[in-house]
């Protein structure tokens, strides 16, 4: 009888670590080109830069379209890896993740689930985070809440949670809107859901039930742990390194939060939000040196400088008590560094934002560049690619200095059509010499170099 028990707890074994095996095993790489890839957003290290040469120069007919993806509804970009791209969008009642050749558009597969979401403030009902990749899996963070991992190779279902149900998220502004991030053997998720108590008909005053982040088994879905008792808002995670020690950083709805890993412990909370209520804090946090944390809204407080190694924050210099002359306003473009320098659009609205050059240690703004409207940021070496709420898109120079514009372009089909039309909402990306841009209804592929 024990030699039956022995045999099977072997055999169990056995099974357990050829489908851990299977699980890890990388779908084959269909790309052809070199260089690095963009799994999920922001990039491989989640601060919009690529180590690519600097793209462009363009000829003055812009940069040549490779090729484009109708898009349905969302803001969000897609994802990048190992020649596949992962777009996330919804079409009628479906949210769904397609996945197509990176370098063609070719579709491979299509995975689609029902949705039932509606945006109260009037804007569309896709889906405002990217996918994210990470080996053989990738990862959806829908707007009504539900995460999905997926086979990256062929689109089934590997597990799923409702994010919104199990945890008593009452529907934020504008749903779900926080890329999740991969550490180690979790996926880390902003949830921020609520107390059994909370009357969800008084958003104003929602309890929050201790899951502003939570820690789910990347390979399972179960609950590893929660943490924060805090409500969600749109700020993706940020992996960092405070005092020595692998961190979470979070810009949930109250203000910046710090989780020491790899056990989610909550090891402080700097308070940063506008006063009134219908505000969110989207931009994400931007670790910086000595343990130096960048955070930025654009609804009132505006940007500070937190000291965040310590288990109590410290605030370096903030706008709060400025009036005018805030040094950084950013709404949902996340700060991208170079040095001692960020480069950001800065303003809540199309008529009053621009482009800013900020020194982070003191903000002290080095340049600004007004009737750009709201924009996002990629670094590429010397060079910005920002891409203008209206469609045009820019090669600027990453530069402390001065602004400096080297080409600007309104990308067009044959006809003279534009291919990119507002809302531009969404960050560039570059994947192996490939640039992708997304505005209203589609995606488009363009050499990133001359």
């Known amino acids: 009888m024990k030699d039956l028990d022995r045999r099977q707890c072997l055999a169990a074994l056995g099974a357990a670590t050829a489908l851990a ?44 379209v490779v090729f484009s993806l109708e898009m349905g509804e969302g803001y969000a970009m897609p994802s990048v890896a190992r020649g596949r791209l992962f777009a996330f969008d919804r079409a009628g009642d479906k949210a769904r993740v397609r996945c197509v050749h990176a370098e063609t558009g070719k ?19 896709g889906p405002r985070t990217s996918p994210v990749v990470d080996g053989a899996r990738v990862y959806a963070y829908g707007p009504e809440g539900m995460l999905h991992a997926l086979d990256a190779a062929t689109g089934k279902v590997l597990w799923k949670r409702d994010t919104v149900a199990e945890f008593g998220v009452v529907q934020n502004f504008f749903g779900v809107g926080s890329t ?60 960092a390194t405070l005092a020595g020690r692998p961190a979470c950083l979070l810009f949930a709805r109250a203000g910046l939060w710090a989780f020491d890993l790899p056990d989610g412990k909550a090891r402080l909370l700097a308070p940063w939000r506008a006063g009134i209520l219908e505000s969110v804090n989207a931009a994400n946090p931007i670790p910086l040196d000595d343990g130096h944390v960048l955070i930025s809204e654009t609804y009132g407080p505006g940007a500070a400088l937190v000291k965040a190694d310590a288990r109590a924050a410290e605030i370096v210099w903030s706008d709060r008590d400025k009036r005018f002359g805030k040094s950084l306003q950013a709404h949902w473009c996340t700060p991208v560094r170079m040095d001692d320098v960020v480069f950001c659009s800065s303003g809540r609205h199309e008529g009053n934002a621009e482009l800013r050059c900020v020194r982070w240690r003191d903000g002290k703004v080095l340049w600004s560049e007004p009737d750009l409207g709201r924009c996002s940021v990629l ?49 560039p990306m570059m994947a192996r010499g490939l640039l992708y841009l997304r505005g209203a209804g589609r995606l488009v592929c363009v050499e990133a170099r001359g």
Not at 107 to 112: C, G, R, V
């Open 379 to 427: 670094r590429a070496g010397d060079t910005l690619v920002v891409q203008a709420e209206r469609g045009e898109v820019l090669l600027v120079a990453a530069s402390r200095e001065k602004y400096t514009e080297k080409s600007r372009h309104r990308l067009a089909d044959p006809l003279g059509r534009p291919l990119l039309r507002y809302p531009c909402w969404a960050a």
């Open 180 to 239: 999740p991030v991969i550490h180690d053997r979790w996926i880390l998720a902003q949830v921020g859901g609520s107390t059994r108590e909370s009357d969800p008909a008084d958003f104003g005053n929602l309890k929050p039930a201790g899951t502003a982040l939570v820690a789910f088994d990347k390979l399972t879905g179960a609950t590893a742990w929660k943490s924060g008792d805090d409500l969600a808002s749109y700020a993706s995670p940020v992996l």
């Open 21 to 64: 095996a299977r699980a890890d095993e990388l779908p084959q790489d269909l790309s052809t080109r070199p260089g690095e890839d963009w799994p999920t957003l922001l990039g491989p290290r989640g601060d919009s830069v690529s180590t690519a040469p600097p793209p462009g120069p363009w000829p003055q007919a812009g940069p040549k």
């Open 107 to 125: 579709p491979i597969w299509e995975f689609s689930y029902l949705t039932a979401y509606e945006d109260r403030y009037g804007y569309d009902g």
